[in-house]
C-alpha cells in the first residue's frame, strides 16, 4: 500500500495517560507534604511511583505491541523521530537553565559581591567560591575520576554505534553486546559518581550547601546523573527487546530514540566537564 | 498485551461511554474540548478571586480580607488565568482546529494529546488546594508572592509555594507535550500539496507559539527547581551569603516571562486574521508578511526579558540593550496591524459577534501595545515601574489581546463544533458589555498608576478612591457580563439553528468543507490540496 492511500494510526482510547496523570498529582502531593514535614506525604509518594511504573510498563508496552503487530509504518515512524527530538531539545533548554545560571554566577553576580564590600569586607569573589558567609571546602579536581568518567562516557557512545552497526548489518550478537557494553558501561560511570559525591560530601566538605559551588555543581551533575540512570533504563529495555528479537534494519526507532537520548547525555557531559569542573 | 489482543483492541468498536470516554479519550476533537470546557471553568475561578479583590479596593482601607489572603488571591489569580484559562483556551482550539485546517486525521501523537490535557486538572488541584489545607490548619494558604515569586520572598513564603511550584512543573510537562505534539503534527500531518506556505496563519501562529514553549519552559521548570532547593535543601542559588543573586531569579523568571506574553498572544494573532478575512469577504492581506513577522517576534521574544525588571538593577549598557531590543518588536508587530487594517479595508464588511470580538480586541490591543513601548523605555520605567499603570497595561494585552481575541475565536467556531449557530443578539450583547466594562475598569487604573498607586497593595490613599471605586465597578459589570458568555455557550451547545458546514460565508479553508459538526474522525483519507 502507498503512503498517500495508507490511514495515519490513530490508536483507540487509553487509560495510560490519565492513569500518568493522576499518578504525578499523587507524587507532587506526597512530596509537597513531605518536604513540608507532614511524614504522611512519603506514602502518598510511594503508591504514586508504583502506580507511574504500572503506566509506563503499560504505555510502552502497548507501544512496542503495536509496532510488533505492524501498526507504525513509515509516517507514524516519522512522528516518533520528531517527537523525541523536540522532546531532546525541551531538555536541551532544561540544562541551559543551569548553565546559564553557573555563568551568571560566575561571571556576575560572585564578581560584584567581590567589588561591593558593604556586608562582607574582606570577600575577594573569585570562583571557586562558597560565598562570602560560606564554610571552607576542596573545590572536585577535573583530572582524577572525572577525566575517566568522561572516557567512560565516550566509550559508551562509541559502543552504542557500534550496537547500530550491528543492528544494522543483522548481527544480532553485536547488536546486544555493543547494548550490554553500553549499559555497563552507563553503570559504571554512574558508580564513579556515587563515590565522587560520597567523598565530596565526607571528606571536601563539598555538599549542596556549600555555597554556589556546591549548588551548581550538584544540581548539574546531579541532574545529568539523573539522565544518564533515564537512558541506562531506556538501553536495559531496549537490550530486552533485542534479545527477544525485535527491531529491523528498517524499523527500530526504539533503539533509535535511546540512542539518541544518550548521546545528549553524552554531550551535556562534555559541557559539564569543561565548565563544571576543568574550568 | 499480545498480538492476539492487540488485533481484538485494534479492530473498530464503540469508544468507551460515560467519564471513561473522556478520560482514555485518544481524539483530537474531544481533547480539544476538554481543554475548552477546563478554560472556562477555570475563567470563572480566576474571575471571581479578582472580583474578591475588587471588592477590598473599593474603598480605602481594610474591609474584607486580611491582607495575606489578598496577597494569595492576585497571585492565585494571574496564574489561573494565564496557566489554565488562556492557555488551555489556545490548546484547545489548536486541538480542535489544526488537523481540520491542515488536512490531518488526527493529532500525531493522540495518546500523548491525552497525557497533556490530563495533567491540567491535577496542576489547579495542586494550586488551588492550599485554600482548604490552610482552613484544616495545615499550612499558611496558597502562594502569597504574586505570580511572578521572586527570590527572596518566595524562599520564605509558607507551603502553598511549594505546591505552586510543583503546579508549575505539572503545566510545563503538559505545556511542551502539547507543544511537540502540534511541532509534530505540523511538520508530518499535513495534507498533499499543503506545503508551509499555505499554511493557515492560525497554524502558523501556533506553530511559533510551540517553538517557544519548547524554548522557554524548561527554563522555567529549572527556575522553580532552584527555588525548591533553595527553600528545602540548603542551596544558594538566590542567596548572597553563599554568593549567589536574587536578581538571577528574576533573569531566569522572565526569560520565560516574557515570551510568555507572546505564548498567549499568537495564537490569537493567528485566528484574528481568519475572521477578518471572512466577514470582510476579502482575501487576507500580507500572508507571507505576517508568517515573517510571527517568526521575527518570536525570536526577538527570547532576548527581550530585561525590559520587565530595569529597576531591579543593571549596567547601562544592558538598561539600554533591552529597551532598544523591546521596543524593536513594534516593528513586525506593527506589520501585523497593518495587515489586519488592510485585510479590512474596503471589505464588505458585517459586524457579526466574532467580528465584534476581533476588531474590539485590535482597538484595545493596540492601547496595550502602546502602553509597552511607553514602558520599554529605561528612563519612564522606573517611574511606572509596579504601578497600577503596569497592571492596566497587561490587561490591556492580556485580557483585550488575549481573552477577547479567545472569545472572537469561540463565536467563530462553536457553530462549526457544535453544529448549532449562536445566538447573535446575546452573543453582541456579550461584547458591548464587555468591552465598556473592560474599558471602565482598567482605564482608570492607567490614571492611578500614574499618579503613584502601587500594584499588589489591599490598602490604598485616600487621593485614589474614586478611580479604584470605578474601577471596581467595571470590574463587576465586567464579571456579570461573562456570564451572558456563558449562556451563549451553553445555548449553543444545547441547540440552536443549524450551522451549515461553511457557517460564514466570507470563511476560507479546509475547516469549512467538513460538516458542522465534523464526524468523530475526519479526513481518514488524505485531502489533496490544490493551487
Redesign the interface.
Known amino acids: 500500500m502507498s503512503e498517500?492511500?495508507q490511514?495515519?494510526y490513530?490508536?483507540?482510547?487509553?487509560?495510560?495517560?490519565?492513569l500518568?496523570?493522576?499518578g504525578?498529582?499523587v507524587l507532587?502531593?506526597g512530596?509537597?507534604l513531605q518536604?513540608?514535614d507532614?511524614p504522611v506525604g512519603r506514602w502518598f509518594m510511594i503508591a504514586a511511583a508504583a502506580l507511574i511504573g504500572y503506566v509506563l510498563f503499560g504505555?510502552f508496552?502497548?507501544v512496542i505491541?503495536?509496532n510488533?503487530?505492524g501498526?507504525f509504518l513509515r509516517?507514524e515512524d516519522?512522528?516518533f523521530r520528531?517527537?523525541m527530538a523536540?522532546?531532546i531539545?525541551?531538555?536541551v533548554?532544561?540544562f541551559?537553565?543551569?548553565f546559564?545560571?553557573l555563568f551568571?554566577?560566575r561571571n556576575?553576580?560572585?564578581p560584584e559581591?567581590g567589588e561591593t564590600q558593604l556586608?562582607w569586607p574582606g570577600y575577594r569573589g573569585t570562583w571557586p567560591?562558597?560565598?562570602?558567609?560560606?564554610q571552607p571546602f576542596t573545590p572536585m579536581a577535573a583530572w582524577g575520576i572525572p577525566a575517566l568518567n568522561t572516557l567512560i562516557l565516550l566509550s559508551s557512545a562509541v559502543s552504542v554505534t557500534w550496537a547500530h552497526w550491528g543492528l544494522l548489518k543483522q548481527r544480532r550478537a553485536q547488536l546486544i553486546g555493543g547494548l550490554a557494553l553500553t549499559i555497563a558501561l552507563g553503570c559504571l560511570f554512574l558508580g564513579f559518581q556515587a563515590y565522587e559525591y560520597h567523598h565530596a560530601y565526607t571528606e571536601m566538605g563539598l555538599?549542596?550547601?556549600?555555597?554556589?559551588?556546591?549548588?551548581?555543581f550538584?544540581?548539574l551533575t546531579g541532574f545529568h546523573g539523573l539522565h544518564v540512570t533515564i537512558g541506562a533504563i531506556g538501553l536495559a529495555a531496549v537490550l530486552g527487546r533485542a534479545i527477544k528479537g525485535h527491531f529491523t534494519p528498517d524499523n527500530h526507532f526504539g533503539f533509535e530514540g535511546v540512542a539518541w537520548y544518550w548521546h545528549f547525555v553524552d554531550v551535556v557531559w562534555l559541557m559539564l566537564f569543561v565548565f563544571v569542573y576543568w574550568m | 498485551?499480545?498480538?492476539a489482543?492487540?488485533?481484538l483492541?485494534?479492530s473498530p468498536?464503540a469508544?468507551?461511554r460515560g467519564l471513561?470516554?473522556w478520560?482514555?479519550?485518544?481524539?483530537h476533537k474531544d481533547i480539544g474540548t476538554m481543554y475548552l470546557v477546563f478554560s472556562l471553568v477555570m475563567f470563572f475561578v480566576g474571575g471571581a478571586m479578582i472580583l474578591l479583590v475588587r471588592a477590598e479596593l473599593f474603598q480605602p482601607g481594610m474591609q474584607m480580607m486580611q491582607p495575606e489572603l489578598f496577597n494569595q488571591l492576585i497571585g492565585v489569580h494571574a496564574l489561573v488565568m494565564i496557566f489554565m484559562a488562556l492557555m488551555p483556551a489556545a490548546t484547545g482550539f489548536a486541538n480542535w482546529m489544526i488537523p481540520l485546517m491542515i488536512g490531518?486525521?488526527?493529532m500525531?501523537?493522540?495518546?500523548?494529546n491525552?497525557?497533556s490535557f490530563?495533567?491540567l486538572?491535577?496542576a489547579a488541584?495542586?494550586l488551588l488546594?492550599p485554600f482548604a489545607l490552610a482552613l484544616f490548619g495545615?499550612?499558611s494558604g496558597a502562594i502569597a508572592t504574586g505570580w511572578t515569586f521572586y527570590a527572596p520572598l518566595s524562599v520564605q513564603d509558607g507551603?502553598g509555594l511549594?505546591?505552586a511550584i510543583?503546579?508549575i512543573?505539572?503545566l510545563g510537562?503538559s505545556s511542551?507535550m502539547g507543544?511537540?505534539?502540534i511541532?509534530?503534527t505540523v511538520?508530518?500531518?499535513r495534507a498533499?500539496g499543503m506545503t508551509f506556505m499555505k499554511l493557515p496563519l492560525f497554524v502558523w501562529g501556533w506553530l511559533i507559539t510551540a517553538f517557544m514553549l519548547?524554548?522557554?519552559?524548561?527554563?522555567l521548570?529549572?527556575?522553580v527547581?532552584?527555588l525548591l532547593?533553595d527553600?528545602?535543601?540548603?542551596?544558594?542559588?538566590f542567596?548572597?551569603?553563599?554568593?549567589?543573586?536574587p536578581?538571577?531569579f528574576q533573569?531566569?523568571f522572565w526569560?520565560f516571562g516574557h515570551p510568555e506574553v507572546y505564548i498567549v498572544l499568537f495564537p490569537v494573532w493567528g485566528l484574528t486574521p481568519h475572521i477578518l478575512s471572512a466577514f470582510a469577504r476579502k482575501p487576507v492581506y500580507g500572508y507571507r508578511a505576517q508568517v515573517y513577522a510571527f517568526w521575527v517576534i518570536g525570536i526577538l521574544s527570547v532576548i527581550v526579558w530585561g525590559h520587565h525588571i530595569m529597576t531591579s538593577g543593571m549596567s547601562t549598557g544592558a538598561l539600554l540593550y533591552f529597551m532598544y531590543s523591546t521596543m524593536s518588536i513594534s516593528l513586525p508587530l506593527s506589520v501585523l496591524f497593518f495587515c489586519w487594517i488592510a485585510t479590512i479595508w474596503r471589505g464588505a464588511m458585517t459586524f457579526e459577534a466574532p467580528m465584534l470580538f476581533a476588531l474590539g480586541m485590535i482597538v484595545l490591543f493596540g492601547i496595550g501595545g502602546l502602553t509597552g513601548l511607553v514602558l520599554a523605555d529605561a528612563a519612564a520605567d522606573a517611574q511606572y515601574h509596579h504601578s497600577y499603570f503596569v497592571v492596566a497595561h497587561f490587561h490591556y494585552t492580556l485580557f483585550a489581546g488575549g481573552i477577547m481575541g479567545i472569545m472572537a475565536g469561540v463565536y467563530f467556531w462553536l457553530p462549526k463544533m457544535t453544529g448549532h449557530m449562536i445566538d447573535e443578539i446575546l452573543a453582541k450583547w456579550h461584547f458591548w458589555l464587555t468591552a465598556i466594562a473592560f474599558n471602565l475598569t482598567f482605564l482608570p487604573q492607567f490614571f492611578v498608576g500614574l499618579a503613584g498607586m502601587p500594584r499588589r497593595v489591599p490598602d490604598y490613599a485616600l487621593q485614589f478612591a474614586e478611580f479604584n471605586m470605578l474601577s471596581s465597578i467595571g470590574a463587576f459589570v465586567l464579571g456579570a457580563a461573562q456570564l451572558l458568555f456563558l449562556i451563549v455557550v451553553v445555548k449553543c451547545i444545547r441547540g440552536g439553528p443549524p450551522a451549515p458546514a461553511k457557517v460564514w460565508e466570507g470563511a476560507e479553508g479546509l475547516e469549512w468543507t467538513v460538516p458542522s459538526p465534523p464526524p468523530h474522525?475526519t479526513f481518514?483519507?488524505?485531502p489533496v490540496i490544490g493551487e
Open positions: 498517500t492511500e490511514g495515519y490513530v490508536p483507540d482510547s487509553s487509560p495510560y495517560p490519565a500518568l496523570a493522576g504525578m498529582f507532587a502531593l512530596f509537597a518536604i513540608n507532614e504505555w508496552g502497548s505491541a503495536e510488533q503487530a501498526r509516517w516519522r512522528s520528531w517527537g523536540w522532546f531539545a525541551s531538555e533548554m532544561f541551559a537553565a543551569f546559564g545560571t551568571y554566577l556576575i553576580s560572585v559581591l556586608i567560591t562558597s560565598g562570602p558567609a560560606g555538599n549542596l550547601g556549600a555555597g554556589v559551588y556546591g549548588a551548581t550538584f544540581m | 498485551m499480545t498480538t489482543d492487540l488485533a483492541h485494534g468498536h469508544p468507551p471513561m470516554r478520560l482514555t479519550t485518544t481524539n490531518a486525521p488526527d500525531a501523537l493522540p495518546r500523548l491525552n497525557w490530563w495533567l486538572p491535577p488541584a495542586l488546594m495545615v499550612g507551603m511549594d505546591f510543583l503546579a512543573h505539572l510537562i511542551v507543544s511537540i505534539n511541532v509534530v511538520f508530518n500531518l498533499p519548547i524554548a522557554v519552559i524548561p527554563v521548570a529549572g527556575a527547581t532552584m532547593t527553600r528545602h535543601f540548603g542551596t544558594h542559588f542567596n548572597a551569603a553563599g554568593g549567589g543573586d536578581i538571577l533573569h531566569l526569560f474522525h481518514q483519507t488524505r
